[in-house]
């Protein structure tokens, strides 16, 4: 008996299906994924995970915390370990030399205090890490100054805990140090302002952008901490000078004699640290500023570095 021409299609198509629905789903879900990161998702089989929210930034980590890859003596200090999926990632990749630590702060709500010990036990560097049970707005306090070279904030998100976090962080900070937020812009349309990080990683960076230096903003954000100026009362970072408000003078730092300045450029001055909004980092230039003459002598007599960002 002979078959159809579609009886013969529809065979060839159920022959299909079948030799491709032996083929593990896996295969296609990881057939996009970089190796290294394949790499990284096979061996944290090992451990004792429920989720993953934190491989989407290895790349990034990798790119930027590289600098301090098996560095002695290098203290790190992370706030909402949960798993210790972040953790344990660190201790294997950065935190490589014998001489470097970690801190983790953690209130340890619910049950999973005992995975993370777990998982800390499996990943062989228990010496390597101390860790603080309590909430990480009363622990911090009881740290030492200027202790730790890379702070990762991943506690509470609210917004109150975690400026209070960020601020109680950077008092920890080593100059040159690295300040890491995460979920900047997480549940975005999902939850209210005061109940996610963003509102208070910005309040942050405006309240302390004459310290820091921005490394990376996306979901997470960098931060460098930068020398602190000695500037006093009433004086505001003009690139890498010092302008006092008051009266209108402009130091280099450690200089005691102020830079002879024009009341045109005290005007210009005035009006460019005016200009500023809370979230510029460096000072905005328009059209308009980039064509003045006073500016742009001043600029050039000065070598002044504003970190400008330039509008549209």
């Known amino acids: 008996m002979k078959l159809k021409k579609t009886g013969i299609i529809e065979i060839y198509f159920l022959v299909f299906l079948f030799t491709f629905s032996c083929i593990p789903c896996q295969v296609f879900a990881n057939a996009d994924i970089e190796p290294e990161l394949r790499e990284y998702i096979e061996h944290s089989k ?81 010496k390597k890490v101390k860790t603080i049970k309590g909430r990480s707005q009363i622990e911090l306090r009881k740290l030492p100054l200027n202790s730790f070279d890379l702070i990762y904030i991943d506690g509470s998100h609210i917004a109150p805990d975690a400026l209070t976090d960020a601020v109680l962080s950077w008092a920890l900070l080593k100059t040159d140090g690295l300040l890491i937020f995460d979920d900047y812009l997480g549940e975005e349309g999902i939850l209210p302002l005061d109940l996610r990080p963003r509102i208070a990683i910005d309040a942050f960076i405006a309240a302390f952008k004459n310290e820091l230096m921005i490394e990376h903003s996306a979901y997470q954000v960098i931060l460098k901490k930068r020398k602190p100026t000695s500037c006093p009362y009433n004086c505001v970072d003009f690139g890498q000078y010092t302008y006092f408000w008051n009266n209108k003078e402009l130091y280099l730092p450690d200089k005691n004699e102020p830079i002879q300045l024009s009341e045109g450029e005290k005007k210009l001055i005035d009006k460019l640290i005016m ?15 980039l064509k003045d003459s006073v500016f742009l002598n001043l600029r050039k007599r000065l070598n002044l570095d504003l970190g400008e960002s330039k509008e549209q």
């Open 46 to 126: 090992k451990y004792l995970f429920s989720e993953d929210w934190f491989s989407g930034n290895i790349p990034t980590w990798k790119s930027i915390l590289s600098q301090f890859k098996n560095k002695p003596r290098i203290h790190y200090l992370e706030i909402g370990v949960f798993e210790g999926r972040s953790l344990i990632w660190m201790l294997e990749n950065i935190l490589t030399h014998p001489t470097a630590r970690a801190t983790c702060v953690d209130n340890f709500c619910g049950d999973y205090e005992k995975q993370f010990r777990a998982n800390l036990k499996i990943s062989g560097f228990s």
């Open 275 to 289: 200009s500023r909004k809370p979230e510029d980092i460096g000072f905005p230039l328009n059209s308009e500023a």
